[in-house]
């Protein structure tokens, strides 16, 4: 079982997986996605994962067979484990506790896809309402408090298949990133008893400079502080904590967007690798008037270098406003 | 010039840096560091950067021409520039101000090395003398307030060059990550009247697992939590808060050190691609109880991928017990 570590001058967690050292990406020596013929997130190669937690299957297909259009399974290489008991801990200064927690596989497709932008809407759609439907399911299991939905596209964003998918990885704690927005979130709802991301959407609308795609429901735009070219985040144009309250109506317009966004993405820069991650409220949180759901897109251009891991800084060599009329010309 | 923008979500900084986009490697397409038979920071090349800023020289030797050690050149490419007003503002819910700092290359050797392992002893206390000469100097720039000392070894790690150097950038801002560093120090000192980084250090020292080389001075040691296989942390024994307080018999020792655990992590792992940190304590605090400088070592082995951008979290395939015993068990 994995560990999860944590010391107290960053205040950072780490996940130590040597399980997962099996994998033959985790030491690069040639950066590359291992291809082969052989593929486990084909329709047909369903027994070479492990049993499936939910699929959106035809009628009448039976569970870990053929006839599905989106398919869940546990990741073969878990970080973190269902099972088990949490087991927290001291060793001195330091904190410790078992890797507890989930680690899914969203398979979009039964095709052998590279791209989410290669479904059909219909198909993104199902991609969204399985991530919720994964998010409903686990936050009834008490001992978990985070569930991060996220999606590497490449070698050099971490993927290690390239049929097209999104993980899900739920913790038994608010990972930082999350609790440093939330705080900054709360600290400006203390003193203007407003929404910073509801005033960010609409200083973003007024502005004007860095939207790429608005909807009814979404808007997409380079963000102010952009760390990367073509940086894009996508929030909610109403005010909500969290991600599985969409309905149904919001899911149909975000895959237009998602999908949008990705294709304009794909056609400037050929197709490059990139990682996505949504960032949603905890699920011990049950409405929030501060925190607001969102997902953050970083296509992955440029190399981390120390001064970025000594500081947190970014230095990014494109304006965002460059960046998102780049992107608001280019097809689709 | 440069801007630097903060958004409040995260309140995270990013410089915004147009004119580095002119850095060929700025967006990779052939991951590989350039090799070209010319190289700007060989001795005789002196006219090909900036005018330097300072020079160990052998006596009588003219600056900008041959007959140096080590050599400090402003970056051709900088981040942050010297000259100009910092001009804080408002954008709305946003902070932006001009890039007013400092970005420096420590040129390393007057030959065409690339690994600081290969420099003699002496050699690498004059790398180390002069991080701490140009910290001195720059301190005294009052618009300034911190000074981030870094290294970037191969292209996936940041570096354009081969040539063995090192870098330092200095902010008008003290880093979030070493902020956040700061404040967790000083809770743990409000609470124990104690220097968290000191009980490190003896925690380290007596439990023995993780400690890679132990001389009178400095610990190097696989931090508990550590991110990255191989990861690793030199400490000085003895409480300081500024790398620049650091004695002539400390820098003899923190060479030692320094090169020994560089020494090893080629060895193990055939030259890898790699960054250095030093955490040192803001040029605005004088003395710090609580906060105690180091060095963070991380090897660029895997590839950051969705989870560790969206949570903060890092999975690490290796227990740093055993990357400290096959460190240590290592040449030299």
């Given at each position: 079982m994995s560990e999860l570590r944590r010391e107290p001058v960053s205040g950072r967690w780490v996940i130590i997986a040597t399980e997962r050292a099996a994998r033959p990406t985790d030491f690069k020596t040639n950066p590359q996605i291992i291809k082969s013929s052989f593929c486990p997130f084909c329709e047909g190669n369903e027994d070479k994962t492990p049993p499936e937690i939910l699929a959106y299957r035809d009628n009448g297909a039976m569970p870990n067979t053929g006839g599905w259009r989106v398919r869940v399974v546990p990741n073969k290489f878990p970080a973190l484990q269902v099972e088990g008991e949490q087991n927290k801990r001291g060793e001195g200064i330091y904190d410790i506790?078992?890797?507890?927690?989930?680690?899914?596989?969203?398979?979009?497709?039964?095709?052998?896809?590279?791209?989410?932008?290669?479904?059909?809407?219909?198909?993104?759609?199902?991609?969204?309402?399985?991530?919720r439907d994964r998010l409903i399911d686990l936050k009834n299991d008490k001992r978990f408090v985070y569930g991060l939905l996220f999606k590497n596209v490449g070698f050099s964003a971490g993927a290690s298949l390239e049929h097209?998918?999104?993980?899900?990885?739920?913790?038994?704690?608010?990972?930082?990133?999350v609790e440093n927005e939330m705080e900054n979130a709360k600290t400006f709802y203390q003193h203007r008893e407003r929404c910073l991301f509801c005033d960010m959407v609409q200083q973003e609308i007024d502005t004007n400079s860095r939207i790429i795609i608005l909807t009814d429901n979404f808007v997409a735009f380079a963000p102010f502080a952009?760390?990367?070219?073509?940086?894009?985040?996508?929030?909610p144009r109403k005010h909500e904590a969290h991600f599985e309250s969409l309905q149904k109506f919001e899911?149909?317009?975000?895959?237009?967007?998602?999908?949008?966004?990705?294709?304009?993405?794909?056609?400037?820069?050929?197709?490059?690798?990139y990682n996505y991650v949504i960032h949603s409220a905890p699920f011990n949180i049950n409405e929030s008037e501060s925190f607001h759901w969102h997902i953050e897109i970083i296509p992955r251009l440029t190399n981390i270098a120390g001064f970025e891991w000594g500081t947190g800084f970014y230095i990014n060599p494109m304006h965002p406003e460059q960046a998102a009329e780049t992107l608001r010309n280019s097809i689709p």
């Open positions: 506790m078992n890797g507890i927690g989930a680690h899914e596989v969203i398979i979009e497709s039964p095709r052998h896809i590279q791209s989410l932008t290669s479904l059909d809407n219909g198909n993104v759609k199902e991609v969204l309402l399985c991530y097209t998918h999104s993980q899900l990885i739920v913790t038994p704690i608010v990972p930082q990133l952009s760390r990367f070219p073509f940086e894009i985040w996508i929030l899911i149909d317009d975000l895959a237009t967007v998602l999908k949008g966004v990705l294709t304009k993405l794909e056609a400037i820069l050929d197709f490059p690798p």
